[in-house]
C-alpha cells in the first residue's frame, strides 16, 4: 500500500472535521499551560504538534486514531497508541499533570454504548452521538491530575449550543471546572477559516468566576452572571464590541447643511425659469421668491430678538 503524504493526510483530517494545528497556535495553546508539568498527553495528538512544543524532558503521551499520523512522530520521551480515543482508552487509569487537545469537531460517537462509561457517567447527560465534542472533553477531564491543567481547542457551537450538551456545560460551570474561555477568530488555521475557542480546565480552582478572552480585552464573569446567561460561555456575551462614538464637527456640518440648501434653491430657480421659458408664466417664479423672502424676513426678526435677549 502506498503511503500517504502529508497533504494528503491532512485533506483526509479535514473532509472528517479534523485541522492540522500550526506551530503559531500550538504555542498559543502552551502558553495557557501555567505549570511545569512533569508529563503532558493529548488524546487526538495527529502526527504531534502539541506535544512538540514542550521540552524534551517532559513525557508525552499520545493517542491517534490514524496509524500513519501517528509513526510521523519523533519525540524523545513519547509514548504512543493507537485507536479509537473514546472507544478504546489506550490510557485507561493513568493522570496527567498538562492535557493539550484538538479534538476533531462534532464527529459521531458510539453515546449508547459508552454511556455507562466512568468517564462519562459522572456527567447528567450523556453528549449527543451526532456531536462528540463533549465527550472529548470529560475524557480529558478524567485524565486531569488534582493540580493540573488542561487545554483545548474546541468548535464555538460547544459553548452555547442546547439540550444534552448545554446540561453537560451546565455541569462544568457548576462543579467550577472551567477556568478560562478564548476567542480565537477564523482564518488561525491553516486549512480551515471558521473560528475556534480554547477552554482551560483546572480541577483546583480558587474561585468560581470564568476568565474570558476576545483579542486584548479580558473579563472575569461570576457564576451568577453566568446562570442569569443560561450558562452560556461564549466569549461575545461577556465581552460585546465597544462602541465608538463618532465625533462630529460641528462647523463642517453646518457648512455643508447651507451649501446643500443654497445648491437647492439655486436650482429649483434654475428650473422654475426654464419652464418659464416655454409657458411665460411668472406665476411659481413669483411664489418661490416671495416664500423665501417671507421666510428670511421670520428668522431675521427671530435672530435679531435672541441678539437682544442675550
Known sequence: MKAKSIKSIRKDFKD??????????????????????????????GAGSLLRVFPDDVKKYGQELDGEQLRLIDLPNFTGYEGDTLEDDGFKGMVFDCIVANPPFSVKWNAEKLQEDVRFSAAPAVPPPSKADWAFILHILYHLSDEGVAVVLVFPGILYRGQREGKVRKWFVENNYIDRVVNIPGKTFEDTSIPTCIIVLKKNKRDTNILFE????????????????????????????EIVKEVVDIDKLNKSIVDMVLKHVENTFIQIYSLKDISDDNFYLDKLITGLEEILVRYSS????RRDNS
Not at 503559531?24 to 508529563?39: C, F, H
Not at 427671530?302 to 430678538?305: A, D, N
Open 214 to 241: 476576545d483579542g486584548e480585552r479580558t473579563r472575569e464573569v461570576s457564576r451568577k452572571e453566568l446562570e442569569e446567561n443560561n450558562y452560556t460561555l461564549t466569549p461575545s456575551t461577556y465581552l460585546p464590541n
Open 302 to 305: 427671530e435672530r435679531t430678538e
Open 16 to 45: 472528517k472535521g479534523i485541522f492540522y494545528t500550526p506551530e503559531a497556535l500550538a504555542l498559543k495553546i502552551k502558553s495557557y499551560v501555567d505549570i511545569e508539568p512533569e508529563s503532558v498527553y493529548d488524546p487526538t495528538c
